[in-house]
């Protein structure tokens, strides 16, 4: 057998061992996968046992995972919230460039006694850096968190800044840097990013919506566009992983997290291209070099430490000015610390041009091993502890679950269902959905049934292929209609995602009789959908409230539904409201979460509605009405009758109705919330709050909050201070950012008690990522009802996270700041 292995099916076979075993290794010994097929990289490549040798078919395989780290990177990025935090990312991308460059020059000039022009494109590679560790951070699921979207725009920045130095260094050299040179270079970068944004969003929707037949044919066009993306930035002088980020850029919105062809590509790159890329990089490793003199230890050293310190001091600095925790600071150093693909152009580009010496060569490779080393481990202990913190914080008792119930009836209205309503899916549920088929009882059910599993069974396949977890139903009922209630019961579901042909049968009717039934007979959220297009082609949701629509009981659930599906298809979404809708209304829509561009607009009435915004309409618009049951508060019967009539008038684009629940689903919500108050003060009191207090040790704080509950003596209950201070040191519990809570049984109190304190400084915590300035403590008297105090709990947590109430809490001076609009 001859070595490196020369059989095409040996090499590969021999690879995907490597792919399969390596990881497996690496979890046994603590070590974060990447690590792990770096290390196989290593050892069984070139420079270790030699078995496999990285050949053309190595570097293509590993260059394609390259892009696709990049183009998965684009693809997962949170649009909105990089709108909102550019400043962010433009901070970060000039602060991770600058520094490494400045100190990076000034140690080449003084240790490594190198001229100019070569101690600056060495620095320049100093300054880029590659995400290699983007597929650990997915699976944490940190990939939308402020840290990671900061990072990765920071990325770009800084690789095409680096990348431009190279090109004037290269050019320099050459002789080749006229005013020609740079308008040449300056026109077809320009032409290239505009084509790219302007035209690929627009091919895109247009072959989603117009030729693909199914996911296969949708996946292989994705990613023929992504490498020819990539290859048409190589030839406009810009780097093949700026076009591969930029295709997924554009063909975000068109590819919802939650879908059926995101999980393919995501299988396809973690499971086969990624691995590829990692181990090709671990073959550049040639641990023999560092035997090889003292003055090729010199160079690795400095280039070494120069890379980890640079990257580490961008880190903490752009933390520091960013108001980032220590964790989430330390998660941007293992991100953007590892050195690889600009790296290696730059490198290579210097060797060409005579700039870089073997010793050179030999430090950026180290370099690169040591950096790609590093990184993951970084990355993997503080993203699990960002995971960790996300997850504890405190879920409200009280709520119903995050279950889906999907009623269907054809085949051809299925598919479309199911995609709602797993962009309607809580993100960290772990609920499945409920695909249901009724058969109305008779002679014939049986033969009904089998057609009916049939039917479900597609939708099972296709829920599974999206990696989301399905209970499929299948029931024989005295009618339709009380099939569904009577899952909607048994199976305690929130919502309903429906289907509606857009015919009205009567004018006594809204939709037809079953649907009707269904909408009046349970109070939990229903979303009625005539979907005439593929909803990931949307451009633009109108969100259309009636009068009186803000003092709806469910109204809260309503914004953060619909706010959702504009998150998740990448829409921007437009808010149609009364004359008479509060600012107080507009500003909690603004506020409510998930984060997504909202424009507000007014129409001028009612019944004037349906022209008011019709002309607007076109097939890349989904219309959603608000509308109320009948009873309550914004109830109308010409809102009854508004659905059949944009129905008939714009028959070309989406129509979708959303009844919220319309009885209070959360058990522990306090009366203020329900009427509207939305402060969610009421579980608060003045005699029990202490605002903008000069604490910075928790023990302090903790003993002047208590002093509400004197003892017999008049005094700090010591006992239960002491108690709470070993919580808050042990088992805090963390709200939400900055907000922890305490809580205990005592003898001290006979009704429970809640208090909080507000720190102006914030108070540091060994179990707590962040900074804590608010503290709020629940204590309730021995021998409570477990239910009770789990109710307390939830009130607490639903109060806490009424929009703008943390936002005024760091500002009050006294209780009454709070009680203002």
């Known amino acids: 057998m001859e070595i490196p292995f020369s059989d095409p099916v040996l090499i590969f076979a021999s690879v995907m061992v490597l792919i399969l075993v ?13 690590v792990g097929l770096l290390l196989a990289g290593m050892i069984f490549g070139p420079y270790g046992f ?3 040798a990285r050949d053309a078919t190595i570097r293509l395989l590993g260059e394609v995972g390259l892009l696709m780290i990049m183009f998965l990177a684009g693809l997962e990025i949170d649009l909105h919230q990089v709108r909102r935090n550019r400043l962010h ?3 970060f991308g000039l602060i991770t460039f600058l520094i490494p460059l400045a100190v990076g020059t000034g140690l080449a000039i003084w240790i490594m006694a190198l001229t100019v022009p070569t101690a600056v494109l060495l620095s320049s590679m100093y300054s880029s850096h590659t995400l290699l560790t983007f597929p650990s951070v997915a699976k944490l699921g940190l990939t939308r968190s402020r840290a990671v979207t900061t990072t990765i725009g920071g990325t770009i920045i800084t690789d095409t800044l680096a990348l431009l130095v190279l090109a004037v260094i290269a050019s320099s050299v050459e002789g080749d840097a006229s005013l020609q040179f740079w308008l040449r270079l300056g026109a077809t970068m320009t032409l290239y990013v505009v084509a790219v944004i302007v035209l690929l969003p627009r091919i895109g929707r247009w072959f989603l919506r117009e030729v693909a037949s199914d996911e296969t044919v949708a996946f292989v066009f994705v990613l023929a566009v992504t490498f020819l993306s990539a290859y048409l930035a190589h030839v406009a002088g810009l780097e093949p992983i700026i076009g591969a980020f930029l295709a997924g850029l554009t063909l975000n919105s068109l590819i919802p997290e939650k879908s059926s062809l995101m999980a393919r590509l995501h299988f396809t790159g973690n499971a086969l291209f990624i691995p590829f890329f990692l181990l090709s990089v671990g073959m550049l490793v040639n641990v023999e070099l560092l035997f090889q003199g003292t003055k090729a230890w010199v160079v690795i050293g400095v280039m070494t430490v120069t890379a980890l310190v640079t990257k580490w001091l961008a880190a903490v600095i752009s933390g520091f000015f960013l108001r980032y925790s220590r964790q989430e600071s330390l998660l ?7 050195q690889a693909a600009a790296t290696l152009a730059a490198a290579l580009v210097g060797y060409e041009v005579g700039l870089f010496s073997d010793e050179i ?34 879920k409200d008792p009280g709520t119903l679950p995050s279950r889906v119930l999907i009623p269907v009836i054809n085949k051809d209205s299925a598919a479309d269902l199911l995609d709602v309503a797993m962009y309607l899916r809580d993100n960290e549920s772990h609920e499945p959905m409920y695909p249901i088929h009724v058969i109305p009882d008779g002679p014939d059910a049986e033969a009904h049934v089998a057609r009916g599993e049939e039917l479900l069974a597609h939708m099972v396949v296709r829920s599974l292929a999206a990696h989301v977890p399905v209970t499929p139903l299948t029931t024989v009922d005295v009618n339709v209609s009380s099939g569904i209630l009577r ?4 199976n305690r579901v929130s919502t309903l995602v429906m289907g509606w042909d857009g015919h009205q ?8 009789r079953i649907l009707d039934l269904v909408v009046n007979g349970t109070p939990r959220q229903i979303l009625v959908n005539r979907l005439v297009q593929p909803v990931n082609t949307m451009k633009r949701i109108w969100f259309v409230l009636p009068p009186l629509a803000e003092r709806e009981v469910g109204f809260p659930e309503a914004v953060g539904t619909i706010k959702q599906l504009a998150a998740q298809c990448g829409t921007a979404m437009i808010v149609y409201g009364s004359p008479s809708f509060p600012e107080k209304g507009w500003s909690y829509i603004r506020r409510a979460r998930p984060e997504v561009g ?21 097939a890349t618009d989904w219309v959603i009405l608000f509308s109320a049951r009948l009873g309550g508060i914004a109830w109308n019967p010409k809102g009854d009758r508004l659905p059949g009539v944009l129905s008939r008038r714009h028959g070309q684009c989406n129509l979708s109705v959303l009844y919220s629940a319309s009885e209070r689903l959360l058990a522990a919500s306090s009366g203020d919330e329900r009427n509207g108050g939305g402060l969610g003060i009421g579980v608060f009191s003045p005699e029990r709050t202490i605002l903008d207090g000069d604490y910075r040790e928790v023990d302090t704080l903790v003993r002047d909050a208590l002093r509400c509950i004197p003892d017999a003596e008049g005094q700090v209950p010591e006992r239960l201070a002491r108690q709470l201070i070993d919580i808050a040191k042990g088992e805090p519990v963390r709200l939400m950012s900055g907000v922890i809570l305490l809580h205990c049984h005592a003898s001290e109190v006979s009704q429970s008690t809640v208090m909080m304190a507000v720190s102006r400084h914030g108070i540091s915590l060994e179990k707590v990522p962040d900074v804590s300035r608010i503290v709020i403590i629940l204590v309730d008297p021995l021998g409570q009802e477990p239910g009770d105090h789990l109710a307390a709990l939830g009130k607490i947590a639903g109060a806490i996270r009424t929009p703008g109430l943390v936002e005024k809490l760091h500002t009050a001076r006294k209780f009454e700041d709070l009680l203002e609009e």
């Open 332 to 338: 941007i150093y293992g991100m953007s610390v590892n």
């Open 487 to 490: 899952a909607v019961r048994e």
């Open 505 to 512: 049968r009567s004018r006594s009717h809204i939709f037809g």
């Open 22 to 34: 390596a990881p497996l290794m690496a979890r046994k010994l603590r070590l974060p996968e990447i």
């Open 361 to 394: 060569i030999t430090g950026t490779i180290v370099m690169i091993g040591i950096t790609c080393f590093v990184g993951p481990l970084v990355t993997e202990r503080a993203g699990k502890k960002l995971a960790e913190a996300r997850d504890s914080e405190l």
């Open 598 to 618: 909202v424009e507000l607009r007014r129409y001028e009435s009612w019944l004037g509605l349906v022209q008011s915004f019709g002309q607007e309409l076109s």
């Open 50 to 52: 030699g078995l496999i």
């Open 89 to 91: 990312s433009i901070v």
